[in-house]
């Protein structure tokens, strides 16, 4: 059985996002950026954000905890754009690809409600998914089963079988792996255009 479907992650599979990106900016000494994303603005602090958290409220609690990096915690809502540099290579012909041969793409992404906007506006080839579902706007986030159940119902309800998960987080992948999706770590657009040969869908 070949997929029918992809349902794409965003941010490492279509667009290239990375907080070191905006911080190496504010930093001019790469050790205190490097502390600074270790212990302070941090991943798990940024789920917050995807979980639904705004970026005003979250900063605050933490600029109460570390008050010396209220600027530099804000910077991190403020100039959310400064993480971004494109889209990966080769991932956006791929998109285009699929959507020219009418394929059914769908995404789901890890992604703050309120950073949606601005991300959808300045990238084109998002408008070629039929529907991209965000963890900000539904307040559940990767790798939780219930946003998979969330998804799949929202797509018109297909079997996991018929859908191709693409995502570079391992453990998405293996709770949509669990669920019974076709799955692709995502590394590079070459390995995931060999996945789609194989699965039928290019």
């Not at 997929?3 to 992650?9: G, P, Y």
């Not at 905890?65 to 956006?92: L, N, T, V």
Request: with cysteine; charged share 20%.
């Amino acid at each position: 059985m070949a997929a029918r479907m992809a349902l794409f992650d965003l941010g490492g599979v279509i667009i290239d996002w990375s907080p070191a990106r905006l911080y190496s900016k504010i930093f001019s000494d790469p050790a205190e950026q490097d502390r600074f994303l270790a212990t302070v603005c941090t991943m798990e602090w940024h789920t917050k954000h995807d979980a639904g958290a705004s970026f005003a409220d979250n900063a605050a609690e933490l600029s109460v905890k570390f008050p010396q990096y209220e600027r530099q915690i804000r910077a991190w809502g403020e100039r959310w754009m400064e993480m971004f540099d494109g889209c990966i290579a080769g991932s956006e012909r791929l998109v285009e690809n699929l959507a020219g041969q009418g394929r059914p793409l769908f995404a789901l992404s890890n992604m703050p409600a309120q950073a949606w906007p601005p991300v959808r506006a300045a990238y084109p080839v998002l408008a070629r998914f039929r529907q991209v579902f965000v963890s900000g706007e539904i307040k559940l986030v990767k790798p939780d089963p219930r946003i998979f159940h969330y998804a799949l119902a929202r797509m018109g309800g297909p079997s996991p079988g018929d859908v191709l998960f693409i995502d570079d987080v391992a453990r998405n992948v293996a709770t949509a792996d669990a669920l019974g999706f076709r799955t692709h770590l995502f590394r590079n657009a070459a390995g995931l255009e060999r996945a789609l040969l194989l699965e039928g869908l290019l």
